[in-house]
């Protein structure tokens, strides 16, 4: 069974930094595509980030040149590194695994993919 658990949520003011992190289980992780995303209530889900088996990274215009995506094969972990947060950053951040024809952000925005239970990012301007 899949099995995805986010950590490292919180509050911080604009122009901070947060790092998530994604402890796997349950399945290969050095043959799926990862990636991060993103949902306010009332809002459509956004993708974030992509990473693919090799490493190859992608990201939404949003949020390039300030988050970074990496991932950790040993230990099964994947990471988003978010600097220079912005209060339109506020939302609870999920961690998605699934095996895409492209492991793009864009494929985050979908109902695709095992998910986790998410954590709250809030930015306060």
């Known amino acids: 069974e899949v099995q995805l658990v986010e950590y490292g949520g919180g509050s911080v003011q604009a122009g901070g930094s947060l790092r998530l992190a994604c402890v796997t289980s349950?399945?290969?992780?050095?043959?799926?595509?990862m990636g991060w995303f993103r949902q306010v209530p009332g809002k459509e889900r956004e993708g974030v980030a992509g990473?693919?088996?090799?490493?190859?990274?992608d990201y939404a215009d949003s949020v390039k040149g300030r988050f970074t995506i990496s991932q950790d094969t040993t230990k099964k972990v994947v990471y988003l590194e978010m600097n220079n947060l912005r209060p339109e950053d506020t939302a609870t951040y999920y961690c998605?695994?699934?095996?895409?024809?492209?492991?793009?952000?864009?494929?985050?925005?979908?109902?695709?993919?095992?998910r986790g239970q998410g954590t709250q990012v809030t930015v306060s301007s």
């Open positions: 998605g695994a699934d095996m895409p024809a492209r492991c793009t952000a864009a494929y985050w925005s979908g109902p695709f993919g095992h």
């Open positions: 990473i693919d088996p090799d490493g190859t990274t």
């Open positions: 349950g399945y290969t992780f050095s043959r799926w595509c």
